[in-house]
């Protein structure tokens, strides 16, 4: 978003429930976030990752009905405000349940070792020397 405006994404959920609302991008101008009409935030001066290093901002809690949804970022005029000339960069957005990472741990094997991992699914992996 390199200037004023809208973007609206369509979707939908499973099941009703409190889910966390992730993006994943580089937003130095603020961007308001809404759901169904409903504000949720606005989000500014945040540097949350790109295609290459998958960092997440951080998540918005949102009780949702199961059905059809509208995300909606909107992106306000420009000011003088430090920031504010930049871009709103995003490029993902997802929703996962609220409380999806309690008792997440991390695994980890030796490199010899390294089969005993696949016998997960895992959302990350990193290979450290």
Known sequence: MRGSGSLTVRFTTPHSERWELWLQGQVMPPVGLSIDGR????????????????????????????????????????????????????????????????????????PGRWRSLCTRSYEWMEVVS
């Open 39 to 110: 504000r949720l935030a606005s989000v500014s001066a945040q540097l949350g990752g790109n295609s290459v290093v998958p960092n997440t901002l951080e998540p918005l809690a949102v009780a949702l009905r199961s059905g059809p949804h509208t995300l909606t970022l909107t992106r306000g005029r420009f000011s003088p405000a430090p920031g504010n000339g930049g871009f709103a960069n995003v490029y993902a957005a997802f929703l996962t349940p609220a409380g999806t990472a309690v008792g997440a741990r991390l695994q980890s094997a030796a």
